[in-house]
Structures are given as C-alpha cells and as structure tokens.
C-alpha cells in the first residue's frame, strides 16, 4: 500500500512540489514514474528474482532508481542488481535495526537479513549503518563478521559522513525515525533520529548516490498521513541529491 501514498502525497495540496535544496521534483519532468512491482503473492525467493531482474532492466537502461517499498527485503535485490552496475558500491542503511540476521524465522530473504545476504555474497564494498537501537548477540557478531560500521543511536554524531564512500547506494527504513515522527510503520523502536537529523544527513552527504530506497512506510498504522508526508519529503531530498551526482 505504500507506493501509492507517495503518490497520495503528491497531489494533497498540502505541501509544494519543491525540496529544500530549491529543486522542482515533477513527476513525468525530473523523474518518471516506473509503476508498481507487485510481489504480493510471490514466494520469496520468485520475488527476489522478479524485482532483482525488474531492477537490472531498468539499470541497463541507463536508470537511476529510488525504489519505495514494501518492506527491507526488497534492498537485497534491489541492490544486488546495483552491485553489477557499480561495482564496488557502497551502502548507507539509516535503520532502527541492523538486518543482519543470518537466518531469521527460516526465510533467507526475510526483511530481518537482507544485508546479511548482501555481505555473504560479498557484493557491497562497505556498509554504514546509522540510527541503530535494536542489536543483540547474534547482530553484534554479524556485524563484526562482516566489518560493518554500526553507528548506534545511542553513539549518534555526524562524523561518519566525511567517511562514506562512493559510489553510494542509500537505504532509508522509516523505523529510523523515533515513532514521535513516524509512527506508520511496522516496528516501533522509540528513541529515534529525528526529521531534521536524516535530513541534515542526506544534504550533507558529499559523494555520488547512485541509487536508494525508502522502506517500511505502512498506512496502516499511519495516523493523518504524517509518515506518509515525511516519506514523500525525504524523496524530495534524496531526488534532489541523486540529480546534483
């Protein structure tokens, strides 16, 4: 349901069409509209392979991409298939949660493991994580394992931007957010980043983001649209971010 309350968004007349880096972002103008994926009665991995494929079409394209989910799972695919277009990509996840579980409830492709899957296949040059409260035992190990840079909330400072690396692959779950900001979505994990804090962090980002998502929007337990509206806002930014590359 997610996709198409960005769209919602876009047309409620209550916010312009303008991000705060004083850019226009026009549907069928600065970007088009590729329409939905619908996995929803796929088996997991037959919707890895469709959206992993649906992705590398459009790369090959010569596409630059800001996918809207859906919940984590779909940054495996997703940024696999960047992986063969870039190389040695990186990826800023800005999360409540690490995504590292190797085997989450059986289901390797699970919204709990999709940065395991991509680091185990060894397709991402690094992964700098921001905005994490939620690490066990397990995690912590993961984390290590792969040589993951786990900026925890409690930790949190903007140093770490001087650090990234491009080309750059961002990756934005709304449970990032404290739920005073937004509660639309599936985890609820307070002590969050604030707006202003993730978009502080996306103006200030200095290399190339080749591509993004923006993951976990659920309208369902949205209240007045409020996490919808800050979802459509950070597409705003990171569009801006992306044209500037």
Known sequence: MAPSKFREMDVSGSANRFSELRKAIIPGKSYIDAGDLN???ELPEAAYLKIKETIMTHLREG?????????????????EAHAVRYPKINVLQIDAHADLYQDFE???YSHASPFARLLEKGLISSLTQVGI???????????EKYGVRCIEMKDFGMGFLKELEGPLYLSLDM???????APGVSHHEPGGLTSR?????????EVEIVGADIVELN????LNDVTAMLAYKLFKEICTKMMQG
């Open 39 to 41: 996995c929803q009665n």
């Open 63 to 79: 596409a630059r991409l800001i996918s809207l989910g859906g919940d984590h799972s779909i940054s495996y695919p997703i940024i």
């Open 106 to 108: 059986g289901n390797p």
């Open 133 to 143: 409260r939620s690490m066990t035992d397990h995690l912590y190990e993961q984390a």
């Open 175 to 181: 449970d990032a957010f404290d739920p005073a900001f």
């Open 197 to 205: 804090q993730v978009i502080d962090i996306i103006h200030n980002i």
């Open 219 to 222: 309208p369902e337990r949205d």
